[in-house]
């Protein structure tokens, strides 16, 4: 009989099954085409972020296409924590055991004030704080920011006791930096990364194809800068990683446990093939197998520096 290989991880105080799930903004609990059991199967689940009041979001149009990638302004929408926790997590709650949810917010206070009050709920995993958002002081997004992202994630860890992911922004000139201030500041876990600044002009309208002029691009086309700033980190920090940007199938997820993530998110992927967790799941799997490894743990890291 063929030894079942190990897909179990530790992401700090996060065990996960297994080290594959949705990106926030790419999963709809309501939208999905996977059942409960489906939903089950992955490591964990990432709601939509929320705010802690309700916010439009951006001008439409919000999405377009681009080659290899998707570039979206989305604006992170939010109907407010109050709606989230009586329409949205009792579904989660019958889809999986592990519930990790994103926060928005434009200043420390909105952070801190949708942190306490998830905090007591016990059926979230943990937190994992969207840094690309435009600080109101300044404007500038938390994540582009050291200072001020070691300011937000310390007074977060003050207002919960749940794990805290920071979600990295890749539209920074040192990625280390921002990771060891995030580490430094007592995050739990780092997740890299978010979209890269994109912008695409429709030329027979001659106007900007998205309602904001300029948005955030995922797909294929930011995976290798993303796994750049994987390896980069790893060697510098030592705290688990997340990994997002561009996963579209097994392979892609690999190359980020090889340059140092623990964990790694699917995102736009998603939206071409609602099962492509799941085969990605199965063919990591089968490469371990072939390879002879016993466990993912196995292979996490190891291109060193």
Known sequence: MTKEVGLEVDLGPLHLKNPIMPASGTFDVKCTLLNENELNRLGAVV????????????????????????????????????????EDLPLLQKTNDT????????????FCNLAERLNKIKEISALEINL??????????????????????VNIKKSTTKPIIAKLSPNVSDIKEMALAAEKAGTDIINIAN????????????IPRLGNNIGGLSGPAIRPIV?????????????????VGGVCCAKDAIEMFLAGASAIQVGSANF???????????EIKRYLKEKKYNSIKDIIGLIKD
Do not use: H
């Open 47 to 86: 709601p939509k972020s929320i705010a802690f009041k309700g916010r439009e979001g951006n001008p439409e149009p919000r999405i377009c296409e681009t080659d290899c990638g998707l570039l979206n302004a989305v604006g992170v929408p939010s109907k407010g924590v109050e709606y989230f926790l009586k």
């Open 99 to 110: 519930i990790i949810v994103s926060l928005t917010g434009n200043s420390i206070e909105d």
């Open 132 to 153: 690309s958002c435009p600080n109101l002081n300044n404007g500038i997004p938390f994540g582009n920011n050291k200072k001020k992202l070691y300011e937000l994630i």
């Open 195 to 206: 979209t890269l600044m994109g912008m695409a002009i429709d030329i027979d309208k001659q």
């Open 227 to 243: 796994v750049r700033m994987i390896w980069e980190s790893a060697q510098v920090v030592n705290i688990p990683i997340i990994g």
């Open 272 to 282: 071409s093939n609602p099962y492509v967790m799941l085969e990605i799941i199965s």
